[in-house]
């Protein structure tokens, strides 16, 4: 099956500095990637999609120049927080799709801003 | 850090009894929807989907029902497991083969031994 991976799979970092996070589909080439986020029992918010090639289409209250998205390669996507905060603690997720259009997930990244 | 908001219900159940857990969604024009499995820790999971022209589908030990009258979308698990303890999402997908999902409220099914 598809599998996606996310590396890493958790960080802590300092206020102020920034993080890059990592979402791969190993097997198969995913033109589009999302990313999502999930503050503890709540659900998962869609941040942005991204599609290889172009800029990420961010959704309403994601500060674009705060999440940094890049989707160079079709089985590559990264997520920069920068100048984190501790706001900015939560579990994100990223999630890819295959040219028919499903979408699979990725097993997330706890980020813990101190 | 936590925002304030919504915290997921809960659903505890006795191992062997089945358990219904139930989602309602508010998107009419939504085509496709899919159920998602999460334990701690982890990604979502999926476990079944099921198109809007349709109102049952069974899978093994879980069936999705829907109601598009009034936007309700059901999971039903039978015999229950202590491997089925996670969060159970439902989520929704527009119309056309490429649209983003959307994941509704959780709820924690917890069973007990």
């Known amino acids: 099956g598809a599998v996606v991976s996310q590396h890493p799979s958790w960080v802590i970092c300092k206020s102020g500095t920034s993080v890059k996070i990592e979402c791969r589909s190993l097997?198969?080439?995913?033109?589009?990637m999302f990313w999502y986020r999930q503050f503890p029992k709540q659900s998962l918010m869609l941040m942005a999609t991204?599609?290889?090639?172009?800029?990420?289409?961010?959704e309403q209250g994601v500060e674009k120049d705060k999440f940094l998205i890049n989707h160079a390669s079709l089985t590559l996507s990264t997520l920069t927080v920068t100048s984190a905060h501790p706001e900015d603690s939560s579990f994100y997720i990223c999630?890819?799709?295959?040219?028919?259009?499903?979408?699979?997930f990725g097993p997330g990244t706890r980020l813990t801003v101190t | 850090g936590e925002s304030v908001g919504l915290h997921l219900p809960t659903l505890s159940v006795q191992e062997g009894d089945n358990s219904i857990i139930n989602c309602a969604y508010s998107?009419?024009?939504?085509?496709?929807f899919i159920w998602y499995k999460q334990e701690s820790g982890k990604g979502p999971q999926f476990i079944i989907d099921i198109r809007s022209n349709m109102d049952k589908r069974q899978g093994q030990r879980v069936t999705v029902l829907l109601n598009k009258t009034v936007k309700h979308l059901s999971l039903q698990i039978a015999a229950t497991q202590p491997g089925d303890s996670a969060v159970y999402f439902c989520?929704?997908?527009?119309?056309?083969?490429?649209?983003?999902?959307?994941f509704g409220t959780g709820t924690k099914l917890q069973v007990i031994p």
């Open positions: 999630s890819a799709r295959d040219t028919h259009g499903e979408q699979y």
């Open positions: 097997d198969f080439q995913a033109t589009t």
């Open positions: 991204s599609n290889e090639g172009s800029k990420a289409t961010y």
């Open positions: 989520a929704e997908k527009g119309s056309g083969g490429y649209q983003k999902v959307t």
């Open positions: 998107n009419s024009a939504s085509d496709y």
